[in-house]
């Protein structure tokens, strides 16, 4: 079972991030608009969504933000999510105000940002995060743990150590 998830991580990885996408713009019209969104709005969220979920994707797909796996996450994936959701939303802007015009309300654009920089940096973070912890106390709880001295070494011994609690 794990071997097949892994197998296919870059579709769960597609799904989930295209999920948080669409999550975000909704609940960036929601929250600006108080959760009272009229029809005229309804339908200006619902006719703009696919050409900001199409930019997204297509600008996430180009940065390599899915590369990799999730409980890896590390800074260099982190910068990336940053450059790629400030170029996505940045080219969302753009597009809009070409396509729309002037109408479209204009928070919803930071909101959006906010709320998708926010989703995707935050299910990254938090599976690694749950995945070091659960390690952690599963190797206590199996008392395997042996405490080592690395001397010296700089970032190489830095590195060592990671490699090791990582392993373990």
């Known amino acids: 079972m794990r071997r ?9 990885a597609l799904l ?7 999550a975000a713009y909704l609940g960036a019209f929601l929250l600006r608009f108080d959760f009272q969104v009229t029809h005229v709005l309804a339908d200006t969220m619902l ?24 409980h890896y996450a590390g800074l ?14 940045g080219l969302n802007v753009v597009m ?14 930071i909101i959006d940002y906010i709320l998708c920089l ?18 952690k106390t599963r190797s206590t709880f199996l008392d ?4 080592i001295l690395i001397v010296g070494a700089g970032d190489v011994g830095e590195t060592a150590t990671r490699m090791l609690e990582r392993d373990v």
């Open 96 to 109: 809009l105000l070409i396509v729309w015009g002037h109408g479209f309300p204009r928070s919803v654009y």
């Open 16 to 22: 989930a991030q295209s999920l948080l996408i669409v």
């Open 118 to 135: 926010g989703f995707l940096l935050g299910i990254r973070l938090s599976i690694r995060i749950f995945r070091e912890e659960w390690k």
């Open 47 to 70: 006719a703009t969504l696919p050409l900001c979920y199409a930019v997204k994707i297509f600008v996430m797909e180009w940065m390599g933000v899915n590369r990799g796996l999730w």
């Open 4 to 12: 097949h998830l892994l197998k296919h991580h870059r579709v769960f």
């Open 76 to 89: 260099y994936d982190l910068k990336r999510i940053v450059i790629g959701v400030s170029v996505a939303s």
């Open 144 to 147: 395997r743990q042996k405490r």
